[in-house]
């Protein structure tokens, strides 16, 4: 079971970016999804989660209103819409799988999975 974050890359600030997680084996469709970010030398946070139905996001305050977490059950995937990006939203963005929303946004233990990790980069 496995999850394939893409859709990093170079951006100028006040850009888009849409970052997907692909995830294989059928319990992670019954999993809530979490988007988290590692800028250097600071630690992992939570961005944003949805649980497994979609029906519920949570977002952090940094990203409230820009970013949007979705998912398509069909095509196994989760995605993180970047909007109106910031320099300071430069990191390396992980997803990863949970059985509940609370776990998959960082607020309690539990993660099952993360995916590897895609580069963003937001520059002036």
């Known amino acids: 079971v496995q999850l394939q974050a893409s859709g990093g890359g170079l951006v100028q600030a006040g850009g888009s970016l849409r970052l997907s997680c692909t995830y294989s084996g059928r319990t992670f469709s019954t999993y809530a999804m979490g988007w988290f970010r590692q800028a250097p030398g600071k630690e992992r946070e939570s961005v944003a989660a949805i649980t497994w139905r979609g029906s519920d996001t949570y977002y952090s305050d940094s990203v409230k209103g820009r970013f949007t977490i979705s998912r398509d059950h069909a095509k196994n995937t989760v995605y993180l819409q970047m909007n109106s990006l910031k320099p300071e939203d430069t990191a390396v963005y992980y997803c990863?799988?949970?059985?509940?929303?609370?776990?998959?946004?960082?607020?309690?233990?539990?993660?099952?999975?993360w995916g590897q990790g895609t580069q963003v980069t937001v520059f002036q």
């Open positions: 990863a799988a949970a059985p509940s929303i609370a776990q998959a946004m960082g607020a309690r233990a539990g993660i099952k999975s």
